[in-house]
């Protein structure tokens, strides 16, 4: 009787006899603890270096609509929640890193090292050489606290929708109007795509409003020049908490209305433009 157990070779579940299992010794010694051992393996089909390498080309392609063990936005609209698409060192930062950073530490220059792939390399270099120190907040798995609700909900109830015209435009594919909400590629397949996605993503809400104080900063680094101001946003397509449907009346032609209005120092005070 031939037994069987299960091993792991580069990163992948197999089953294999005891032949195979022998030929195996050599790069993995510890199968030489006999049976009982093996039927203890912690047996993991994604080890750490893979789903590692997976998660950082995703990210550098924008394609983050994609999950490790599964397709990631389907798991959203069936339960919200984004644990199951992932393995446990990519939803633990003290995973990751092994134990090296964990939630509530700071990230500075003696510790970036451990998350240098995790940052864009301003953040990096402010931290290097700036003395920038950034603290690790908790995590959050549920998607519906990631986004508007109206938004999150569009972006479901839209799916598999858009479509880019020649124009790099995005519209509906039945129909090519104009598009009516949410992200419009949750799982983009093209920079186009994934472009399109962070253009539309600004507009979350249908309005918004921003207070901002602002600075110039010459070449020495010295502040040049402050002023403040009122920055409003208005969409006209892809609104998704208007009652009245996802386009403004006259309208259709149009992303947004932007416009801004300064407030202080007195020589640009009342100042604005609109943009659109």
Not at 67 to 78: A, E, F, K, R
Not at 209 to 236: F, H, K, R
Request: with cysteine.
């Amino acid at each position: 009787m031939v037994e069987v157990y299960p091993i792991i070779l580069m990163g992948y579940l197999i089953n294999s006899c005891e032949d195979c299992i022998k030929s195996a010794m050599p790069r993995y010694p510890m199968l030489a603890a006999g049976p009982k051992w093996r039927l203890f393996m912690h047996i993991r089909k994604y080890d750490f270096d893979y789903s590692r390498r997976f998660f950082l080309e995703k990210t550098a392609k924008g394609l983050m609509g994609a999950g490790v063990l599964t397709s990631l936005w389907p798991l959203i609209g069936n339960t919200g929640e984004i644990g199951k698409a992932y393995p446990e060192e990519l939803q633990s930062l003290a995973a990751y890193t092994k134990g090296k950073v964990k939630e509530g530490d700071v990230i500075t220059k003696e510790n970036v090292e451990h998350v240098k792939d995790l940052l864009d390399p301003i953040a990096y270099l402010q931290v290097t050489q700036m003395g920038r120190r950034i603290r690790v907040a908790p995590q959050t798995k549920d998607v519906s606290k990631l986004f508007p609700h109206d938004f999150y909900q569009a972006t479901l109830r839209n799916q598999g929708k858009a479509a880019l015209d020649a124009n790099g435009n995005v519209v509906l594919k039945e129909n090519g109007q104009p598009w009516i909400g949410g992200a419009p590629f949750v799982d983009p397949q093209s920079g186009l795509g994934a472009f399109a996605n962070l253009t539309l993503s600004w507009g979350r809400h249908d309005t918004s409003i921003y207070a901002v104080d602002d600075v110039d900063l010459g070449p020495s680094g010295d502040v040049e020049y402050s002023y403040s101001l009122a920055w409003c946003e208005m969409n006209t397509t892809a609104l998704v908490s208007s009652p009245e449907g996802p386009y403004l009346k006259g309208q259709e032609d149009k992303l947004r209305y932007q416009s801004v209005w300064f407030t202080a120092p007195n020589d640009v005070k009342g100042t604005s433009f609109l943009n659109t």
